[in-house]
């Protein structure tokens, strides 16, 4: 209880200090809202030298998927284009977006796939004739986009950025187009229908030429041979002529055979003969069957370099298929640079609000300072520790209300961000609440351990001071984190400061936030309170 | 004296090199008004800091009603008051809420606790500014204040370490109806001051405190008697023999010529004075200018310490 008469007291003289309010709440606003104003839309982000492709994806896709394409057509050219080296791919959700961001020449081209896309894609053939009809989109220039349904916006004042652009869609359409429509001739090569139009064309072929029957006297000689070696074909043979006759006819064999392939080297013979049978009635549908996927495995064994099967360029080629597509991915947000005055919605401000609510947390430091020194100075602390409270209730009645306050301040700064900036809470709207909570404790801690140390009100605000913008500085609340060598970014994770935003960076920037370490961050931030408490406990004194 | 509530024994306390007291004992009984006269740096902060469970002792004991005091004793602490020497109330809240957060320190709770206040502000003088902040006030409302911060718990031992410091006239008189008012409603008062004339004319009994010793401790006629009056007397043509004459007058003790007469060392003044008077006009000697010098608290401490109280 008397802990609890302690922080309403507190609470109510830290509501009555407007020092307190324009530290805490005001500065970090208007620090945002000048940077707000500003700062270019890239900032924040990393200088990114590799190629933007932005596409507008209004494909339908297909009513029902086979084993190739599992996808819409439109998501495997996407695939190719952000799994090519030095190309980051952005999806513009809508065309009208697109068509202004071409008309205000803030991209040279924009690749649209119409709706149709998928279906016409999976048209695309070499086949002169099938169902539905066939698509050959293959022209002097390559893929003939139009015809796939495929536009490019382009902006006329950009023409080499645009030329660019069409020339890596050129190439993804090409990788994606030919492999598709190789593989499927190649499914036909062999199949029934193609082996069936073989036959067809072989029919025409008639009289059958003396030569194909003398060269298949061979296999008859070994169909005969065969046969009458056969005890199924002897008992056969008894039964129908009697063991006499069969035997007879056995003896008569190789008289037989000899004068069979007599008659089968007679070309004037044979010539005779084959005038009733023409070439195609060779290949029987069992003859077709057994021959087709021979044929197919064949043409494949000859250019065993490629996979004619594969439909897809990395199959084709038998290449690796790129890692990481998704990564190159990027969704663009329609408000990435903001609306109205303030730039409402900007992207920026999900790095900036953050930011500021980091460093401006610590300055807490300052406040609690204060705190202890007024009382000191107003000689109340003395009252305090004439009054029958321990020395743990004394700091556990000046530690709560500053959580308090900092616990408002965070919340309040994120609510903030989002009436008047209209930054976006993430998709875990919800974690923002133990990361506020974890950066809170932190800071009480480090205000706490300021206050152990810094006697007077200029101490307080010397030490202070410098130590919430060297931790500031050090850990990326004054610059982006994202812009920091890599171990700089390391070395600042001694700070807490880094913690907090790379948790924020997950739940405010990152579509799907990564839970450990959002989870991580917290328990740190907890660690560093802990210490920093300890410490103050071991330092403090209220004499 | 009334059975003791405070006993100190023997306390010394050093800060470095620095011996703030001495071996301190002296012992306040209940009800009593005490005052702790020393001049600045005496060591009578040190001293209510030790009494007030702020500063541990170096050795000796303090007792507390009739118990052994430490400073952990928290139930003890609730049975003290105490008025700081600077002023130890929130400027930014105002009177009422500064007197409602003590008395909630000390257990006071609802109406209890606001009749407490009520009657504080009322008998301080500060009723009709109880809404404003303790921060506008002039020093002698944020001394009444002070002292009203400091009793609202109803102390049974009040310690007020000078509670007159930069306060005017009016507060003053002010405090010192308090005081007295406490000290008549059963509240033993500790009082340190160096202004000799609050502690005369508040307490009964007083400690001469000097380089962290006690130099004396007794009522104010007890420590009065240390030293002697002194009569000086201005005449012309006096007789022979008139000194003799002067110095058998009961109660001179001594007698020593001076440049215009005599100066007469006594016991009490004023009947010596008379006789004075009666052997001029039986000698027929002019009396042409008389002065009395009493002993008063300063010249006491000035006796005992060898120096003003100011210095």
């Known amino acids: 209880m008397p802990v609890l008469i302690l922080a309403l007291k507190d609470l109510r003289l830290l509501l009555r200090d407007p020092r307190s309010a324009v530290i805490l709440l005001l500065m970090p606003l208007v620090l945002v809202l000048v940077l707000g104003l500003a700062l270019g839309e890239g900032f924040g982000q990393k200088p990114d030298d590799r190629l933007r492709i932005s596409v507008v994806n209004l494909d339908r896709g297909l009513a029902k998927y086979p084993a190739f394409p599992s996808k819409p057509w439109s998501e495997v050219v996407m695939d190719d284009l952000s799994g090519t080296a030095d190309i980051r791919l952005e999806v513009i959700p809508d065309r009208a977006e697109a068509e202004r961001l071409i008309a205000r020449n803030k991209r040279a081209t924009v690749i649209v796939f119409e709706p149709d896309f998928s279906e016409r894609m999976d048209r695309c053939s070499f086949l002169t004739h099938a169902d539905p009809p066939p698509l050959n989109p293959l022209g002097r220039d390559g893929v003939r986009l139009g015809d796939v349904g495929v536009i490019l916006l382009a902006d006329p004042t950009q023409p080499v950025a645009a030329s660019v652009i069409e020339q890596v869609a050129q190439v993804t359409m090409l990788r994606v187009v030919v492999p598709w429509m190789i593989g499927r001739a190649f499914d036909r090569v062999g199949d029934e229908a193609f082996m069936g139009m073989l036959a067809a064309q072989l029919e025409k072929v008639k009289p059958i030429p003396p030569a194909v029957l003398t060269e298949l006297d061979p296999v008859v000689q070994k169909l005969l041979a065969a046969l009458f070696a056969d005890p199924d074909f002897g008992q056969m043979l008894r039964k129908e002529f009697g063991a006499f006759g069969a035997e007879a006819i056995k003896t008569q064999m190789p008289q037989f055979r000899k004068l069979i392939q007599q008659a089968f080297r007679n070309e004037a013979l044979m010539a005779r003969v084959g005038t009733n049978i023409s070439f195609g009635e060779v290949m029987t549908p069992a003859v077709r069957k057994q021959v087709g996927p021979r044929v197919q495995d064949e043409i494949q064994e000859t250019f065993s370099n490629y996979n004619f099967r594969a439909k897809t360029w990395a199959g084709l080629t038998k290449s690796e298929a790129r890692e990481g597509a998704e990564k190159n991915r990027t969704t663009y947000a329609a408000d990435a640079e903001g609306t109205g005055l303030l730039k409402r919605g900007a992207v920026r401000y999900q790095i900036l609000v953050p930011s500021y609510t980091v460093m401006f947390a610590f300055f807490l430091v300052l406040t609690v300072g204060w705190l202890f020194v007024v009382e000191r100075k107003h000689g109340t602390l003395t009252r305090l520790r004439a009054a029958p409270l321990s020395r743990g209730q004394i700091l556990l009645g000046k530690l709560l209300p500053c959580l308090a306050v900092s616990l408002f301040q965070g919340f309040f700064l994120l609510l903030a961000g989002r009436l008047v900036f209209?930054?976006?809470?993430?998709?875990?709207?919800?974690?923002?609440?133990?990361?506020?909570?974890?950066?809170?404790?932190?800071?009480v801690g480090l205000a706490m351990l300021v206050a152990s140390v810094a006697r007077t009100e200029t101490q307080v605000a010397v030490y202070g001071t410098l130590l919430?913008?060297?931790?500031?500085?050090?850990?990326?609340?004054?610059?982006?984190?994202?812009?920091?060598?890599?171990?700089?970014?390391?070395?600042?994770?001694?700070?807490?400061?880094?913690?907090?935003?790379?948790?924020?960076?997950?739940?405010?920037?990152?579509?799907?936030?990564?839970?450990?370490?959002?989870?991580?961050?917290?328990?740190?931030?907890?660690?560093?309170?802990?210490?920093?408490?300890?410490?103050?406990?071991?330092?403090?004194?209220?004499? | 004296m009334q059975p003791p509530v405070l006993e100190v024994v023997g306390v010394r306390k050093r800060y470095g090199r620095t011996i703030a007291l001495d071996g301190v004992s002296l012992a306040v009984g209940a009800g009593e008004m005490f005052g702790l006269l020393g001049p600045n740096g005496a060591g009578k902060t040190t001293l209510i800091s030790i009494l007030c469970a702020l500063t541990d002792t170096d050795a000796g004991e303090v007792r507390l009603f009739g118990r052994p005091f430490r400073r952990s004793d928290r139930e003890a602490r609730r049975l003290i008051g105490i008025g700081t020497q600077d002023l130890s109330i929130y400027p930014d809240l105002s009177a009422r809420e500064n007197l409602r957060f003590f008395g909630k320190l000390y257990g006071l709770r609802g109406g209890e606790l606001e009749k407490r206040v009520d009657e504080l502000l009322s008998s301080v003088g500060l009723s009709d500014r109880a809404g404003d902040r303790a921060g506008t006030f002039s020093g002698g409302m944020k001394r009444r204040l002070n002292l009203a911060a400091a009793v609202v718990h109803r102390p049974k031992l009040l310690f007020l370490d000078e509670p007159t410091t930069g306060v005017d006239p009016q507060s003053r008189n002010h405090i010192f109806e308090q005081v007295k008012a406490l000290n008549t409603a059963g509240v033993t008062v500790v009082y340190t001051s160096h202004y000799m004339e609050e502690v005369q004319k508040l307490c009964r009994r007083i400690a001469i405190l000097e380089?962290?010793?006690?130099?004396?401790?007794?009522?104010?006629?007890?420590?009065?008697?240390?030293?002697?009056?002194?009569?000086?007397?201005?005449?012309?043509?006096?007789?022979?023999?008139?000194?003799?004459?002067?110095?058998?007058?009961?109660?001179?003790?001594?007698?020593?010529?001076?440049?215009?007469?005599?100066?007469?060392?006594?016991?009490?003044?004023?009947?010596?004075?008379?006789?004075?008077?009666?052997?001029?006009?039986?000698?027929?000697?002019?009396?042409?200018?008389?002065?009395?010098?009493?002993?008063?608290?300063?010249?006491?401490?000035?006796?005992?310490?060898?120096?003003?109280?100011?210095?």
Not at chain 2, 276 to 290: D, I, N, P, R, S
Request: with cysteine; glycine share 8%; net charge negative.
């Open chain 1, 468 to 543: 919430v913008l060297v931790l500031g500085g050090v850990s990326g609340s004054l610059m982006p984190r994202e812009l920091m060598p890599e171990p700089m970014k390391q070395a600042s994770l001694v700070t807490p400061h880094a913690w907090a935003l790379d948790a924020y960076s997950q739940l405010l920037g990152n579509p799907h936030p990564e839970l450990t370490v959002v989870t991580t961050a917290c328990l740190v931030l907890l660690g560093f309170g802990a210490v920093f408490l300890a410490l103050a406990w071991w330092r403090l004194d209220l004499e």
């Open chain 2, 211 to 311: 380089g962290g010793k006690v130099l004396a401790c007794d009522t104010l006629p007890v420590l009065l008697k240390l030293l002697d009056a002194t009569v000086r007397v201005a005449v012309a043509g006096a007789p022979p023999g008139f000194a003799d004459q002067l110095a058998a007058i009961p109660g001179v003790k001594s007698i020593k010529p001076a440049a215009d007469g005599f100066q007469l060392v006594v016991d009490d003044a004023a009947p010596v004075l008379a006789k004075v008077a009666m052997t001029c006009a039986a000698t027929g000697t002019e009396l042409t200018a008389v002065s009395t010098r009493e002993p008063t608290l300063e010249r006491v401490f000035l006796h005992l310490t060898g120096r003003e109280l100011r210095d």
């Open chain 1, 422 to 443: 209209g930054m976006s809470w993430g998709s875990h709207p919800w974690l923002l609440i133990p990361v506020v909570a974890c950066t809170s404790a932190a800071a």
